[in-house]
């Protein structure tokens, strides 16, 4: 049987974070300063498509900033996570391991 304060921890998961593929991208910026995006994408295995799609939605959500620039004029882009976005993965993180210590071994 399942507690209301198990249930309430699965409830407040940020979903945004919690889909896979933004999870793996969250993960990556989490733990350095900025990447770019060829990184991004050779470390999640994303498509340019699919990597792309995902960052929008966390660039919507203020989780990551996007900067563009050229370097010896070929477009470049840097991702960072945002303060919002380190503090949102810092409090999904908290939550899932709260779900997850709630758990029988």
Known sequence: MVSDEERESVIDIDKLIHEPARLMIMAQLYVVDEA???FLMRQTGLTWG???SHLSKLEEAEYIEVQKEFLD???RTILKLTKKGRESFREYRRAMDHVLSDLPD
């Open 73 to 75: 004029k070929k477009p």
């Open 50 to 52: 699919n990597l792309s």
């Open 36 to 38: 770019d995006f060829i």
